[in-house]
């Protein structure tokens, strides 16, 4: 769970290298900041290489602005706007104006005089040829700030520079830093002040409008209005944690639309003085706050709401008890929470302390903090490797954390969670239409599959569309990328999923038709076919369900033998000499190693024909363990015929929760166990002929989760101390899994 925009930024800085680049050659401790960064982007404009199309591009057109190679700059902007153009045309159109508006004003200016009204001619012309759309997200690209930004640049050059060179991803850091900092002191400003004048034509903004709630707390959110709009009209809410002032754009937009954008903060933060408490509040603040839109004088009484991640949440908690004017939800790679985040199948990840820091140490967002993975990825290495309980790595940080404490003393999924978002029969009284979306490696995938899963199950009749297809979290927020951790998408998965979503709230609220995309209620993408189906219900894509038994042999068979085996596996749980290893693993949607870490690898024999893999895997496992407990870790891949291994889903579990995840039942020791598999992730992809199927499984241990000892006491106070005898554990050959394998075509929507 993530905000977009700091991990659209930090994508472009995943470096997947560490060449060093000499400044020897200049006298780097007595010449200035310029002058290091202008030698550093001559040396790169030949020495950058960089296989991901989109942030090959972000940084190139960047150095070259700083090397003064102008036209060749403004080639390799619109070669990163063609990346994005189809899936985001919106802000594809928007992205890097405020260079390219510099750029093209440092071109026609003879006198430096001149500079002003050439760069306002330049700007007008720039702003009338951009859609609407894309002048509303302009804003966000004339906002900085020179003295964080003139610290971060001497932090680089004070503490990366080592042995009289720099790693060339700190080089790239830097010159980005530095192009931002020179073109924002020379033109940020003016284009800010045109922004506004613009915008006050457009718009009737109210900002920072504060209200008290029944229970005395604080709520601050802002408002847009359509000036050319008179009639009252339908609002469409917005709940965000990550309060920025850019968030006004996302009004700004739907305003646009013919709607009223309405941005609400949690409560604690913004202009709210109340304790920020991560999502224990949404439930009763979102209602109140709807009151308070159908009583004023542009509302017509009708309400939406759409948003992603922690905004996905929080639309779930809105529908705990619907309010009768909310008549339908977007939530886009909703959080699970207490499902997959903070902890996912009831193992706590260390991640939810980074993210508690990112929402609470600022009543904005704490967005350098968040993205200072070298900070983080220290902390979880130190703790580690010193063994500490998972309840002290707040203080290993340097300070206690209430909220993260408090989840920890939440293990099971109990009332302290089920309060927070609709549970059981809550969900048979949720009538209105939604329309999820999430991606097959979609961190919240599970949190968004949970909501739909359950939805339906209570509600036979639900009016619940879902869109699922190739993307990461962010995709599926609307941000879709060509390229994904190694992996290029079909064509066909570059939709504008924007358009849809407006498309629904068109459909919804103001009676026009469905969005055409929509032809069923599940609408997915299956991978290597570049086509989009359809079907009524997840049941249809479970098809013929095929087994696959673990052979001691380490074969995934189709055939259980009748004799009873088993493999084994023994991991020491004190051994910390794989730490790095943890690090610099980059886990590849498409790869050419595997990462088995003392894992068990099953393999099946080729596969003679191609299939469908549409759905997610289940499984039973047969075993015992010389402990109490112990977290299952699994991993399915197809090993292609070109020899690269394809992720095609994962699970982690607590094993004395398989059977409930409400009530913890610990194993006996040495006794052989069923644990049933369930809650893995999705995926549609054509299994090709030529190819073996791929199962890792083992315990997990790892910095990026607690570490679960076994003795039975709550994992959160264990400690290395308690581990004691290695955790070996039989894998019993009566194990199998389950792959979803669909032998009937569904309705095709789209085919290229």
């Not at 051994?575 to 498409?590: A, G, L, S, T």
């Not at 075993?623 to 977290?631: A, E, Q, R, V, Y």
């Not at 890792?696 to 989760?705: M, T």
Request: glycine residues 4%; contains cysteine; hydrophobic residues 35%.
């Amino acid at each position: 769970m993530r905000k977009l925009f700091v991990i659209y930024f930090s994508f472009f800085l995943q470096f997947v290298f560490c060449q060093k680049l000499s400044l020897k050659e200049i006298n780097y401790r007595n010449t200035s900041p310029e002058n290091i960064v202008k030698y550093l982007a001559n040396r790169l404009k030949d020495q950058y290489t960089e296989k991901n199309k989109a942030i090959y591009y972000d940084n190139l057109f960047r150095i070259n602005i700083i090397n003064e190679n102008y036209n060749l700059s403004l080639v390799q902007l619109d070669s990163l706007r063609n990346v994005n153009r189809i899936s985001n045309p919106i802000l594809s159109s928007a992205m890097g104006s405020q260079f390219e508006i510099y750029i093209n004003t440092i071109k026609r200016i003879s006198n430096v005089k001149e500079f002003n009204k050439i760069y306002e001619n330049e700007f007008r012309r720039k702003y009338t040829k951009l859609p609407p759309k894309s002048q509303i997200l302009l804003s966000q690209y004339f906002s900085y700030n020179p003295v964080d930004l003139e610290k971060e640049i001497n932090d680089i050059l004070k503490k990366n520079i080592k042995n009289d060179s720099i790693d060339i991803n700190d080089a790239i850091l830097l010159c980005r830093k530095y192009n931002l900092y020179d073109v924002g002191k020379k033109t940020f400003a003016l284009g800010a002040q045109l922004i506004k004048d613009f915008e006050r034509e457009a718009f009737t903004i109210y900002d920072s409008v504060k209200i008290m709630t029944k229970y005395n707390s604080t709520l601050t959110l802002s408002v847009v209005l359509n000036n050319k709009i008179s009639k009252s009209q339908n609002t469409i809410l917005i709940n965000t944690i990550y309060s920025d002032i850019k968030n006004i754009n996302r009004a700004k937009a739907l305003a646009f639309d013919g709607y009223v954008g309405v941005i609400l903060n949690t409560r604690g933060k913004y202009l709210s003085n109340d304790d920020l408490e991560p999502f224990e509040h949404e439930e009763e603040d979102i209602n109140e706050i709807i009151d308070w839109i159908i009583k004023q004088p542009w509302s017509n009484g009708k309400v939406g709401m759409i948003g992603g991640s922690y905004l996905g949440f929080s639309q779930w908690a809105a529908t705990k008890k619907l309010h009768p004017a909310l008549k339908t939800i977007i939530p886009q790679a909703a959080v699970g929470i207490g499902i997959d985040y903070p902890m996912q199948n009831n193992i706590f990840t260390s991640y939810a302390l980074r993210w508690l820091h990112y929402v609470m140490d600022s009543k904005m967002t704490d967005y350098t903090g968040f993205v200072d993975s070298k900070k983080w990825n220290s902390l979880y290495k130190n703790w580690y490797i010193n063994g500490s309980s998972f309840r002290q790595l707040d203080s290993i940080n340097g300070q206690s954390n209430l909220i993260f404490q408090r989840w920890l003393n939440h293990p099971g999924y109990d009332r302290y969670w089920q309060k927070m978002i609709p549970y059981r029969q809550d969900f048979s009284k949720i009538s209105i239409p939604i329309l999820t979306t999430t991606g097959y490696f979609d961190d919240d995938q599970l949190g968004a599959l949970y909501y739909f899963k359950e939805h339906n199950k209570y509600d036979k009749n639900a009016n619940h569309y879902l869109i699922i297809g190739p993307y990461d979290h962010f995709g599926a927020q609307g941000n879709i990328k060509s390229q994904l951790s190694g992996y290029t998408i079909d064509p066909i998965a570059s939709i504008d999923l924007n358009k849809i979503w407006i498309e629904w709230f068109d459909y919804i609220l103001k009676g026009k038709k469905k969005p055409d995309f929509l032809k069923d209620y599940i609408n997915y993408e299956t991978i290597g076919e570049n086509v989009w189906k359809s079907v009524k219900s997840l049941n249809e894509l479970d098809g013929t369900k095929v087994k696959y038994y673990l052979d001691e042999d380490l074969i995934l068979s189709k055939n259980q033998k009748k004799q009873s085996d088993f493999s084994s596996s023994v991991i020491d749980l004190t051994d910390r000499k794989d730490v790095d290893k943890h690090f610099e693993y980059e886990y590849n949607i498409i790869d050419d190693i595997l990462n088995p870490n003392k894992y068990l690898v099953y393999t099946t024999e080729v596969l003679d024909k191609e299939f469908e893999l549409s759905g997610d895997f289940s499984g039973s496992l047969s075993l015992s363990i010389n402990k109490k407990d112990f977290d299952i870790s699994m991993q399915l891949y197809e090993l292609l015929p070109t020899g690269k291994y394809f992720l095609l889903s994962s699970y982690i579990g607590r094993a004395s929760y398989a059977n409930d995840n409400t009530k913890r039942e610990l194993l006996i020791p040495n006794q052989k166990v069923v644990i049933p598999i369930k809650n893995t992730t999705f995926i549609s992809k054509k299994i090709e002929k030529g190819s073996k199927l791929i199962l890792l499984i083992g315990a997990n241990k790892s910095p990026y989760y607690q570490i679960n000892y076994g003795t039975g006491k709550d994992v959160s106070e264990e400690t290395i101390t308690d581990a004691k005898e290695p955790l070996e554990i039989k894998w019993y050959n009566d194990s199998y899994i389950e792959l979803p394998m669909v032998e009937k075509q569904s309705s095709v929507l789209e085919k290229k």
